[in-house]
């Protein structure tokens, strides 16, 4: 049976069960969408659902969103529970970094490949229709390693990359129905949104703060109050673009 949707419309976000994912979650639930939870976690799922006490407005779906069948049945569960999809937020990934390059297998590479990127285009695919039927929008989150990188870090540079690349392309492909954006993060700082059993308060200290030009670490609330900007009313002519939220470290020359 089809339940009553609010009128803010409906969002998945995949990865929406720690984390950043969770912080966007948390957001737009507060401004009366309707949220789907694509995670691979069930616990985590679970716990974000309990967390948020909203399960007339909320769905888990357990999802890997390198499996096309995974997806595809995430977003029959979606549409059968609130009718349509307005908002897609590609967040799932996975890290994979600090192996040197010659250690680094195929199947490693892959797995941050698939994960990172081809669940992007997984979910865009599938969700097209609903998207393009509500003129809706898609967020894509990227990375500041999308532009610039640490060593040992070749397959979630080249998937970040990736994603920016993936954006624009969809924005020509889906536009005019359905804008398009990425946001690429940079330190933000977590720990409160994990899970209960991974759970941890921020050890971060004043020098981490102080090296960011706007002199603080990120919060996850900076990158969904984008989120909730780029997929409003207010973003209408904004579609193909990558945002950069890091405190303006990428503009910051350092010198050792």
């Known amino acids: 049976m089809m339940h009553t949707t609010p ?13 950043i994912g969770r912080g966007i979650t948390r957001h737009l639930l507060a401004q009366g969408m309707a949220l789907v939870i ?30 096309e069948a995974s997806v595809s049945a995430m977003v029959a569960q ?18 994979g970094m600090g192996t040197p390059l010659e250690d680094l297998t195929l199947a490693a590479w892959l797995r941050v490949i698939h994960t990172n990127l081809t669940g992007c285009f997984l979910c865009a695919k599938h969700c097209a229709p609903q998207l393009r039927t509500a003129r809706g929008a898609i967020i894509n989150i990227a990375s500041t390693r999308a532009l610039q990188s640490e060593p040992n870090s070749e397959a ?9 690349a993936l954006t624009h392309a969809l924005a020509l492909s889906l536009g005019p129905a359905v804008r398009v954006n990425c946001i690429s993060p940079g330190w933000i700082e977590v720990g409160a949104l994990k899970k209960q059993r991974t759970r ?3 050890a971060l200290s004043p020098e981490d703060h102080a090296q960011h030009p706007c002199g603080r670490v990120g919060a996850p609330g900076d ?10 009313d207010q973003a209408g002519f904004i579609t193909g673009q990558n945002f950069v939220v890091d405190g303006g470290m990428t503009r910051k020359m350092m010198y050792v």
Not at 41 to 61: I, N, S, Y
Not at 156 to 164: D, E, L, P, R
Not at 223 to 232: H, K, N, T
Request: glycine fraction near 14%; include cysteine.
């Open 223 to 232: 990158i969904a109050a984008l989120v909730a900007f780029l997929i409003g």
């Open 78 to 95: 979606t549409v059968a529970r609130f009718g349509r999809i307005t908002a897609l937020i590609n967040n799932a990934g996975v890290g």
């Open 200 to 202: 941890h308060a921020s």
């Open 156 to 164: 979630y540079a080249a998937s970040k990359g990736g994603i920016v």
């Open 7 to 19: 009128a803010h419309g409906v969002a998945i976000v995949t990865g929406g069960a720690q984390g």
């Open 38 to 67: 694509a995670d691979c976690d069930r616990e985590a799922g679970e716990e974000c659902l309990d967390a948020l006490a909203q399960p007339e407005h909320m769905l888990f779906v357990e999802t890997d969103v390198a499996q």
